[in-house]
């Protein structure tokens, strides 16, 4: 996966390039089960990172609306540690060890990689409404 131009999707099978624009995401994922939730945000259940089953959040930024920023997360959590584990594994896998590690809420960590071109994945929980795991992908550029 080149991160830098695209972030690819195992299934349905998709590469999805940083700055398309919402209506054309739309066009593309529409009949794979891609939801538009709020004006600048759609969510689609996906499989990606190897075999990582979760939602994705397409969020729409900038002047000219054009997608900035992925939300990787699930709807349950039965077993956070477990949940995090998982996830902490797919994303190393692909994009290796994080850049920084911090002490985050509770016991989890903040884990934080910064990539070349201007990308950045932060994975963390926080306490919004109770305990929530996320992992965010933005592109900064």
Not at 16 to 34: F, H, K, M, V
Not at 61 to 86: H, I, K, M, V, W
Not at 124 to 138: C, K, N, S
């Amino acid at each position: 996966m080149n991160i830098r131009e695209a972030f690819d999707i195992d299934d349905p099978p998709a590469s999805i390039p940083w700055g398309i624009a919402e209506s054309e995401l739309q066009a593309r994922l529409q009949a794979a089960g891609l939801r538009r939730v709020t004006r600048a945000y759609c969510v689609l259940p996906v499989t990606v990172l190897g075999g990582l089953q979760c939602f994705l959040g397409f969020r729409f930024r900038g002047p000219d609306n054009g997608l900035s920023e992925l939300e990787l997360y699930r709807t349950s959590q039965r077993n956070r540690r477990a949940s995090f584990a998982e996830f902490q594994r797919h994303v190393e896998a692909v994009f290796g060890p994080p850049t920084s590690t911090l002490p985050g809420f509770g016991d989890f960590p903040n884990h934080e990689w910064q990539l070349p071109g201007g990308i950045q994945i932060v994975h963390h929980v926080l306490d919004r409404f109770g305990p929530e795991e996320h992992l965010t992908i933005r592109c900064t550029l």
